[in-house]
């Protein structure tokens, strides 16, 4: 019996179902914010557009009746002063809120907020891009906005355009990563009793 553990084979001759693998498969978790799915941002947006036109209705609207400007479509003009005046109202909300809160009033409530993808502070050219160039393309189609529903990472074209997500607050992902790592000790020769 002791010849055969002082036997030093070589590694070569060790059958393959007596040798250990080379690596070892390590699992690692980690919690990633959840991103917010087309429902949750469609709510928040209907919140959104009950504000803006509150707001109109408020203060926009009793303007133009005091200084007898009409609210309706002129013939001649594709928009009206009304209009024009609602969408820069429109506009600046979304982009006034993003920026000093990353939240709009609808995403307070909803608990969802917009985060740039390297994790910096949104910056005004990130806000101009998503909030107005991206958002007024996404009204003038409509369809952009159903990307949230296909997207892997629930993005709209607005964040597409401004490189930014929009997440939940609260609630996180737990996504485990397997990475191989090499194994570490020797290997023990066949036939040797442990």
């Known amino acids: 019996m002791t010849d ?18 080379a690596y070892e498969i390590v699992q690692k978790e980690r919690f990633i914010p959840k991103f917010a799915g087309f429902w949750t941002r469609f709510w928040a947006y209907i919140i959104d557009l009950l504000v803006v036109s509150s707001i109109s209705g408020i203060f926009i609207k009793p303007i133009f009746r005091v200084l007898d400007i009409k609210i309706s479509n002129p013939s001649f003009l594709l928009f009206s002063p009304y ?39 949104l910056t005004w050219a990130t806000v101009f891009f998503r909030e107005v160039i991206g958002r007024f393309i996404s009204k003038l189609l409509t369809i952009p906005y159903l990307f949230v529903a296909f997207m892997p990472k629930k993005e709209a074209l607005h964040d597409l355009f401004a490189d930014t997500y929009v997440i939940h607050e609260q609630a996180f992902e737990r996504e485990v990563i397997e990475t191989r790592q090499e194994r570490k000790g020797e290997e023990l020769q066949a036939g040797t009793i442990v």
């Open 4 to 21: 055969h553990i002082e036997n030093n084979q070589p590694m070569n001759d060790i059958p393959e179902a007596v040798r250990l693998p």
């Open 83 to 121: 209009k024009v005046t609602l969408l820069i109202l429109f506009l600046a909300y979304f982009a006034l809120m993003t920026k000093f809160t990353g939240q709009t009033v609808g995403k307070m409530i909803l608990g969802i907020k917009v985060v740039t993808k390297d994790g910096g502070k």
